[in-house]
């Protein structure tokens, strides 16, 4: 099963939950919604020096 959360921060979209079974339209939307969410500067578990700023980076540049 794969899942998108986007989390409610601030200046996101409002949240949304998708189980990945929209249709071709649909699926490009969310994407697109997707990459407007705004990339913390922090790992919400482990701070600045946590590995997944850097893992959303690097999805940032490969979703461009």
Avoid: R
Avoid at 3 to 31: R, V, Y
Avoid at 38 to 46: A, C, S, V
């Amino acid at each position: 099963m794969e899942m998108l959360i986007l989390l409610g921060i601030q200046g996101s979209p409002h949240w949304d939950n998708s189980f990945c079974k929209a249709d071709p339209e649909e699926t490009i939307e969310k994407a697109q919604v997707a990459k407007s969410v705004p990339i913390l500067e922090y790992d919400l578990i482990y701070g600045k020096a946590g590995p997944l700023v850097g893992i959303w980076n690097k999805a940032a540049v490969v979703a461009v």
